[in-house]
Protein backbone atom coordinates (compact mmCIF):
# COMPACT_ATOMS: atom_id res chain seq x y z
CA UNK A 1 0.00 0.00 0.00
CA UNK A 2 1.06 3.49 -0.81
CA UNK A 3 1.90 6.16 2.07
CA UNK A 4 -0.78 8.96 2.67
CA UNK A 5 1.34 11.95 0.91
CA UNK A 6 1.80 9.16 -2.33
CA UNK A 7 -2.01 8.59 -2.61
CA UNK A 8 -3.14 12.34 -1.70
CA UNK A 9 -0.62 13.69 -4.67
CA UNK A 10 -1.72 10.80 -7.48
CA UNK A 11 -5.48 11.84 -6.24
CA UNK A 12 -4.96 15.98 -6.89
CA UNK A 13 -3.08 15.03 -10.13
CA UNK A 14 -5.82 12.61 -11.33
CA UNK A 15 -8.81 15.11 -10.45
CA UNK A 16 -6.31 17.95 -12.89
CA UNK A 17 -6.13 15.52 -15.19
CA UNK A 18 -9.59 14.63 -15.82
CA UNK A 19 -10.74 18.25 -15.90
CA UNK A 20 -8.08 18.89 -18.72
CA UNK A 21 -9.10 16.22 -20.29
CA UNK A 22 -12.98 17.30 -20.24
CA UNK A 23 -11.85 20.84 -21.42
CA UNK A 24 -10.11 19.53 -24.63
CA UNK A 25 -12.45 16.99 -25.22
CA UNK A 26 -15.73 20.14 -25.43
CA UNK A 27 -12.65 22.74 -26.87
CA UNK A 28 -12.98 24.84 -29.93
CA UNK A 29 -10.02 24.07 -31.15
CA UNK A 30 -9.42 21.62 -34.56
CA UNK A 31 -9.90 17.93 -33.67
CA UNK A 32 -6.35 16.89 -34.47
CA UNK A 33 -5.59 19.48 -31.76
CA UNK A 34 -8.38 18.10 -29.63
CA UNK A 35 -7.57 14.31 -30.18
CA UNK A 36 -3.35 14.91 -29.53
CA UNK A 37 -4.14 16.55 -26.04
CA UNK A 38 -6.99 14.18 -24.88
CA UNK A 39 -4.05 11.19 -25.89
CA UNK A 40 -1.55 13.29 -23.99
CA UNK A 41 -3.88 13.48 -20.85
CA UNK A 42 -4.97 9.53 -20.93
CA UNK A 43 -0.98 8.80 -21.24
CA UNK A 44 -0.79 11.06 -17.89
CA UNK A 45 -3.60 9.86 -16.26
CA UNK A 46 -2.19 6.10 -17.09
CA UNK A 47 1.02 7.12 -14.70
CA UNK A 48 -1.08 8.80 -12.23
CA UNK A 49 -3.39 6.25 -11.33
CA UNK A 50 -0.76 3.40 -10.99
CA UNK A 51 -0.50 4.17 -6.91
CA UNK A 52 -4.59 4.75 -6.49
CA UNK A 53 -4.68 1.10 -8.60
CA UNK A 54 -1.88 -0.46 -6.02
CA UNK A 55 -3.96 0.52 -3.15
CA UNK A 56 -7.76 0.28 -4.33
CA UNK A 57 -7.61 -2.56 -6.77
CA UNK A 58 -4.91 -4.56 -5.96
CA UNK A 59 -5.85 -7.59 -7.83
CA UNK A 60 -6.44 -5.47 -11.17
CA UNK A 61 -2.30 -4.21 -11.41
CA UNK A 62 -1.94 -7.15 -12.67
CA UNK A 63 -3.43 -5.95 -15.78
CA UNK A 64 -3.35 -2.44 -15.59
CA UNK A 65 0.41 -2.35 -15.41
CA UNK A 66 1.14 -3.76 -19.63
CA UNK A 67 -1.53 -0.68 -19.77
CA UNK A 68 1.16 1.40 -18.73
CA UNK A 69 3.65 0.01 -21.75
CA UNK A 70 0.93 1.41 -24.16
CA UNK A 71 0.49 4.82 -22.10
CA UNK A 72 3.92 5.32 -22.27
CA UNK A 73 4.47 5.01 -26.15
CA UNK A 74 1.43 6.84 -27.18
CA UNK A 75 2.44 9.73 -24.86
CA UNK A 76 5.74 11.03 -27.18
CA UNK A 77 4.03 10.97 -30.79
CA UNK A 78 0.73 12.61 -28.93
CA UNK A 79 2.70 15.44 -27.72
CA UNK A 80 4.75 16.12 -30.67
CA UNK A 81 1.56 16.04 -32.89
CA UNK A 82 -0.67 18.41 -30.48
CA UNK A 83 2.06 20.99 -30.51
CA UNK A 84 2.03 20.96 -34.37
CA UNK A 85 -1.39 21.12 -34.37
CA UNK A 86 -1.03 24.18 -32.08
CA UNK A 87 1.73 26.11 -34.22
CA UNK A 88 -0.18 25.17 -37.91
CA UNK A 89 -0.94 28.46 -40.17
CA UNK A 90 -1.21 26.42 -43.44
CA UNK A 91 -1.81 22.31 -43.81
CA UNK A 92 -1.51 19.82 -40.70
CA UNK A 93 1.10 17.91 -40.22
CA UNK A 94 0.42 14.42 -41.19
CA UNK A 95 0.16 11.45 -39.08
CA UNK A 96 2.94 8.74 -40.09
CA UNK A 97 3.20 5.14 -40.01
CA UNK A 98 6.12 5.80 -37.58
CA UNK A 99 4.13 7.70 -35.78
CA UNK A 100 1.84 4.66 -34.84
CA UNK A 101 3.93 1.93 -34.71
CA UNK A 102 5.47 2.14 -31.36
CA UNK A 103 2.16 2.23 -29.78
CA UNK A 104 0.31 -0.42 -32.31
CA UNK A 105 3.61 -2.91 -30.97
CA UNK A 106 3.15 -1.55 -27.52
CA UNK A 107 -0.98 -2.46 -27.88
CA UNK A 108 0.22 -6.03 -29.18
CA UNK A 109 2.51 -6.55 -26.59
CA UNK A 110 -0.34 -5.36 -23.71
CA UNK A 111 -2.54 -7.87 -25.27
CA UNK A 112 0.42 -10.54 -24.67
CA UNK A 113 0.58 -9.56 -21.38
CA UNK A 114 -3.47 -10.20 -20.94
CA UNK A 115 -3.82 -13.45 -22.19
CA UNK A 116 -1.09 -15.20 -20.04
CA UNK A 117 -2.58 -16.73 -17.26
CA UNK A 118 -3.19 -15.33 -13.88
CA UNK A 119 -0.09 -16.65 -11.95
CA UNK A 120 2.29 -16.23 -14.75
CA UNK A 121 0.99 -12.11 -14.98
CA UNK A 122 1.31 -12.45 -11.06
CA UNK A 123 4.89 -13.86 -11.02
CA UNK A 124 6.23 -10.91 -13.92
CA UNK A 125 4.60 -7.97 -11.47
CA UNK A 126 4.02 -9.00 -8.26
CA UNK A 127 6.92 -10.62 -6.85
CA UNK A 128 8.86 -9.67 -10.14
CA UNK A 129 10.23 -12.84 -11.70
CA UNK A 130 10.00 -14.49 -15.05
CA UNK A 131 7.73 -17.16 -15.05
CA UNK A 132 8.57 -20.36 -17.54
CA UNK A 133 7.65 -20.56 -20.98
CA UNK A 134 8.56 -18.99 -24.31
CA UNK A 135 5.50 -16.45 -24.50
CA UNK A 136 6.45 -14.35 -20.94
CA UNK A 137 10.08 -14.74 -21.80
CA UNK A 138 9.33 -13.44 -25.14
CA UNK A 139 6.79 -10.78 -23.57
CA UNK A 140 9.94 -9.46 -21.31
CA UNK A 141 12.71 -9.70 -23.71
CA UNK A 142 10.38 -7.51 -26.33
CA UNK A 143 8.88 -4.74 -23.40
CA UNK A 144 13.05 -4.31 -22.85
CA UNK A 145 13.63 -3.44 -26.09
CA UNK A 146 10.58 -1.10 -26.33
CA UNK A 147 11.19 1.21 -23.80
CA UNK A 148 15.18 1.19 -25.12
CA UNK A 149 13.69 2.46 -28.43
CA UNK A 150 10.76 4.75 -26.19
CA UNK A 151 14.07 6.76 -24.65
CA UNK A 152 15.60 7.25 -28.08
CA UNK A 153 12.27 7.91 -29.65
CA UNK A 154 11.30 10.31 -26.80
CA UNK A 155 14.75 12.31 -27.60
CA UNK A 156 14.07 12.38 -31.46
CA UNK A 157 10.06 13.96 -30.50
CA UNK A 158 11.60 16.52 -28.02
CA UNK A 159 14.26 17.13 -30.73
CA UNK A 160 11.00 17.51 -33.70
CA UNK A 161 9.36 19.67 -31.56
CA UNK A 162 11.90 22.09 -30.03
CA UNK A 163 12.83 22.35 -34.50
CA UNK A 164 8.94 22.95 -35.00
CA UNK A 165 8.67 25.79 -32.24
CA UNK A 166 11.85 27.24 -33.73
CA UNK A 167 10.15 27.48 -37.39
CA UNK A 168 7.29 28.76 -35.68
CA UNK A 169 8.05 31.50 -34.08
CA UNK A 170 10.21 32.48 -36.75
CA UNK A 171 7.74 32.59 -39.22
CA UNK A 172 5.25 34.44 -37.26
CA UNK A 173 8.08 37.02 -36.37
CA UNK A 174 7.64 37.73 -40.41
CA UNK A 175 3.53 38.34 -39.98
CA UNK A 176 3.08 40.16 -36.63
CA UNK A 177 4.79 42.86 -34.78
CA UNK A 178 3.12 41.33 -31.28
CA UNK A 179 4.30 37.93 -31.15
CA UNK A 180 3.85 37.58 -26.97
CA UNK A 181 0.55 36.53 -27.66
CA UNK A 182 1.14 33.72 -30.16
CA UNK A 183 4.77 32.42 -29.10
CA UNK A 184 3.70 29.54 -27.03
CA UNK A 185 6.72 30.49 -24.66
CA UNK A 186 4.57 28.00 -22.10
CA UNK A 187 5.52 24.85 -23.64
CA UNK A 188 9.16 25.66 -23.40
CA UNK A 189 8.30 25.38 -19.40
CA UNK A 190 6.54 21.93 -20.24
CA UNK A 191 9.59 20.67 -21.69
CA UNK A 192 12.11 21.16 -19.18
CA UNK A 193 9.09 19.52 -16.51
CA UNK A 194 8.70 16.85 -18.89
CA UNK A 195 12.96 16.12 -19.09
CA UNK A 196 12.49 16.61 -15.29
CA UNK A 197 9.63 14.13 -14.63
CA UNK A 198 11.63 11.29 -17.14
CA UNK A 199 14.54 12.21 -14.87
CA UNK A 200 12.67 11.55 -11.70
CA UNK A 201 10.90 8.60 -13.04
CA UNK A 202 14.20 7.02 -14.27
CA UNK A 203 15.55 7.54 -10.19
CA UNK A 204 11.61 6.67 -8.69
CA UNK A 205 12.53 2.61 -10.38
CA UNK A 206 15.97 2.92 -9.18
CA UNK A 207 14.75 3.82 -5.46
CA UNK A 208 11.96 1.23 -5.50
CA UNK A 209 15.00 -1.37 -6.59
CA UNK A 210 18.11 -0.39 -4.46
CA UNK A 211 16.41 2.04 -1.67
CA UNK A 212 13.53 0.38 -1.04
CA UNK A 213 11.50 3.54 -2.02
CA UNK A 214 12.27 5.43 1.12
CA UNK A 215 14.21 8.76 -0.79
CA UNK A 216 10.32 10.05 -1.09
CA UNK A 217 11.57 10.39 -5.15
CA UNK A 218 7.78 8.94 -5.81
CA UNK A 219 6.07 12.31 -4.25
CA UNK A 220 8.52 14.41 -6.56
CA UNK A 221 8.31 12.74 -9.44
CA UNK A 222 3.55 13.38 -9.08
CA UNK A 223 4.61 16.87 -7.86
CA UNK A 224 6.32 17.31 -11.03
CA UNK A 225 3.25 15.64 -12.89
CA UNK A 226 0.80 18.06 -11.31
CA UNK A 227 3.57 21.35 -12.09
CA UNK A 228 3.02 20.09 -15.62
CA UNK A 229 -0.85 19.02 -15.96
CA UNK A 230 -1.27 22.59 -13.91
CA UNK A 231 0.55 24.68 -16.65
CA UNK A 232 -1.54 22.35 -19.46
CA UNK A 233 -5.05 23.09 -18.19
CA UNK A 234 -4.14 26.85 -17.95
CA UNK A 235 -3.02 27.58 -21.64
CA UNK A 236 -3.98 24.53 -23.83
CA UNK A 237 -7.20 26.27 -24.42
CA UNK A 238 -6.08 29.54 -25.05
CA UNK A 239 -6.02 29.71 -29.06
CA UNK A 240 -3.46 32.61 -30.41
CA UNK A 241 -5.70 35.24 -32.09
CA UNK A 242 -5.58 35.58 -36.04
CA UNK A 243 -3.20 32.83 -37.26
CA UNK A 244 -2.57 33.87 -41.37
CA UNK A 245 0.33 32.61 -42.88
CA UNK A 246 1.74 33.82 -46.45
CA UNK A 247 4.00 30.66 -46.97
CA UNK A 248 4.10 27.43 -45.48
CA UNK A 249 5.81 27.53 -41.82
CA UNK A 250 7.24 23.80 -43.29
CA UNK A 251 8.74 25.59 -46.29
CA UNK A 252 10.67 28.54 -45.60
CA UNK A 253 13.18 27.92 -48.37
CA UNK A 254 10.36 28.35 -50.89
CA UNK A 255 8.24 31.32 -49.75
CA UNK A 256 9.53 33.55 -52.05
CA UNK A 257 9.44 31.18 -55.04
CA UNK A 258 6.91 32.40 -57.08
CA UNK A 259 7.14 36.14 -56.50
CA UNK A 260 7.68 38.50 -59.59
CA UNK A 261 9.34 41.29 -57.53
CA UNK A 262 11.88 42.78 -59.37
CA UNK A 263 14.92 44.92 -57.74
CA UNK A 264 13.48 48.37 -58.74
CA UNK A 265 10.09 47.18 -57.69
CA UNK A 266 11.69 46.19 -54.20
CA UNK A 267 13.81 49.59 -53.51
CA UNK A 268 10.49 51.58 -54.46
CA UNK A 269 8.34 49.60 -52.20
CA UNK A 270 11.19 49.91 -49.54
CA UNK A 271 10.50 53.78 -49.85
CA UNK A 272 6.87 52.96 -49.33
CA UNK A 273 6.92 51.31 -45.95
CA UNK A 274 9.83 53.45 -44.55
CA UNK A 275 6.92 56.49 -45.36
CA UNK A 276 4.71 54.43 -43.93
CA UNK A 277 6.38 53.98 -40.36
CA UNK A 278 8.25 57.46 -40.37
CA UNK A 279 5.25 59.74 -41.89
CA UNK A 280 2.08 57.71 -40.93
CA UNK A 281 3.58 55.80 -37.97
CA UNK A 282 2.22 52.68 -38.40
CA UNK A 283 4.42 51.13 -35.45
CA UNK A 284 1.89 52.96 -33.34
CA UNK A 285 -0.50 50.60 -33.75
CA UNK A 286 -0.25 47.76 -31.21
CA UNK A 287 -1.86 45.16 -33.43
CA UNK A 288 0.11 46.08 -36.68
CA UNK A 289 0.62 42.82 -38.70
CA UNK A 290 2.20 42.42 -42.34
CA UNK A 291 -1.18 42.46 -43.73
CA UNK A 292 -2.28 45.90 -42.55
CA UNK A 293 1.86 47.07 -43.43
CA UNK A 294 0.99 45.63 -46.93
CA UNK A 295 -2.79 47.00 -47.45
CA UNK A 296 -1.57 50.47 -46.32
CA UNK A 297 1.52 50.15 -48.69
CA UNK A 298 -0.60 48.57 -51.86
CA UNK A 299 1.68 45.20 -51.90
CA UNK A 300 0.91 42.22 -51.58
CA UNK A 301 2.18 40.46 -48.23
CA UNK A 302 4.84 38.19 -49.45
CA UNK A 303 6.13 40.88 -51.49
CA UNK A 304 6.19 42.95 -48.50
CA UNK A 305 7.99 40.16 -46.34
CA UNK A 306 10.56 40.03 -49.56
CA UNK A 307 11.30 43.34 -49.48
CA UNK A 308 11.94 43.57 -45.63
CA UNK A 309 13.94 40.47 -45.82
CA UNK A 310 16.09 40.93 -48.60
CA UNK A 311 15.92 45.39 -49.03
CA UNK A 312 15.67 46.48 -45.60
CA UNK A 313 17.29 42.80 -44.29
CA UNK A 314 15.19 42.27 -40.68
CA UNK A 315 12.35 40.62 -40.32
CA UNK A 316 8.95 42.28 -39.66
CA UNK A 317 8.87 41.96 -36.02
CA UNK A 318 12.60 42.70 -35.53
CA UNK A 319 11.59 46.05 -38.53
CA UNK A 320 8.57 47.36 -36.30
CA UNK A 321 10.26 46.56 -33.24
CA UNK A 322 13.53 49.20 -34.16
CA UNK A 323 10.94 51.89 -35.36
CA UNK A 324 9.11 51.87 -31.87
CA UNK A 325 12.86 51.65 -29.86
CA UNK A 326 13.26 54.39 -31.86
CA UNK A 327 10.26 56.65 -31.19
CA UNK A 328 10.99 55.77 -27.46
CA UNK A 329 14.50 56.89 -26.86
CA UNK A 330 13.39 60.55 -26.12
CA UNK A 331 11.00 59.31 -24.03
CA UNK A 332 13.23 57.68 -21.69
CA UNK A 333 15.52 60.45 -21.47
CA UNK A 334 12.86 62.73 -20.75
CA UNK A 335 11.80 60.70 -17.91
CA UNK A 336 8.38 61.76 -17.45
CA UNK A 337 7.00 57.90 -17.99
CA UNK A 338 7.04 55.09 -16.35
CA UNK A 339 8.83 52.15 -18.68
CA UNK A 340 5.40 50.45 -19.16
CA UNK A 341 3.90 53.78 -19.82
CA UNK A 342 6.64 54.95 -22.56
CA UNK A 343 6.22 50.77 -24.03
CA UNK A 344 2.35 51.20 -24.30
CA UNK A 345 2.99 55.09 -26.02
CA UNK A 346 5.38 53.50 -28.92
CA UNK A 347 2.81 50.69 -29.65
CA UNK A 348 4.43 47.76 -27.51
CA UNK A 349 1.02 45.77 -25.57
CA UNK A 350 3.77 44.73 -22.96
CA UNK A 351 6.21 45.69 -19.93
CA UNK A 352 8.34 42.69 -20.87
CA UNK A 353 8.10 42.57 -24.81
CA UNK A 354 9.59 46.62 -24.73
CA UNK A 355 12.17 45.51 -22.26
CA UNK A 356 13.45 42.81 -24.39
CA UNK A 357 13.61 44.44 -27.92
CA UNK A 358 15.21 47.56 -26.03
CA UNK A 359 17.86 45.77 -24.89
CA UNK A 360 18.33 43.91 -28.11
CA UNK A 361 18.37 46.71 -29.98
CA UNK A 362 20.73 49.07 -27.95
CA UNK A 363 22.28 46.15 -25.69
CA UNK A 364 21.29 48.47 -22.36
CA UNK A 365 18.00 48.34 -20.32
CA UNK A 366 16.26 51.16 -20.55
CA UNK A 367 17.15 52.42 -17.28
CA UNK A 368 20.88 51.91 -18.18
CA UNK A 369 20.12 53.49 -21.46
CA UNK A 370 18.84 56.71 -19.24
CA UNK A 371 21.71 56.74 -17.06
CA UNK A 372 24.08 56.44 -19.77
CA UNK A 373 22.60 59.39 -21.44
CA UNK A 374 22.52 61.74 -18.34
CA UNK A 375 26.16 60.72 -17.41
CA UNK A 376 27.05 61.65 -21.08
CA UNK A 377 24.84 65.01 -21.18
CA UNK A 378 26.70 66.43 -17.44
CA UNK A 379 29.95 65.10 -19.17
CA UNK A 380 29.03 67.64 -22.18
CA UNK A 381 28.21 70.33 -19.69
CA UNK A 382 31.10 70.32 -17.67
CA UNK A 383 33.54 70.89 -21.16
Not at 24 to 29: H, K, T
Not at 40 to 61: Q, R
Not at 182 to 204: E, N, T
Request: aromatic share 10%; glycine share 6%.
Amino acid sequence: MENASVLTLAGLCLGIALTGLLAAVMGRSSRRERRSLGLVYIAFIGMIALPLVKTFAEAAVINYMPLLLFMLLVLPPALYHYIAAKTAMASPVQILWRDKALPLIGGVVCLGFWILPAQAKKTLFITGELPPGVLPIALTVTTFALIMIWLIASFLYLVAILRRLTAYRAHIRQLYSDVEKRDLRWVDVMIVLLVLIWAVGAFSLADDNLAGGTLFVEELFLALIAGGLLSLNFFAPITSPELTSVAEIDAPDHKYARSALTDDHAAKLAARVETAMRTDTLYLDPSLSLQKLSRHVGALPNQVSQTLNQEIGASFFDYVARWRIGASKPLIMAGDLSVLAVALEVGFNSRSAFYKAFKRETGMTPKGYQNAGSSQLMTQRSK
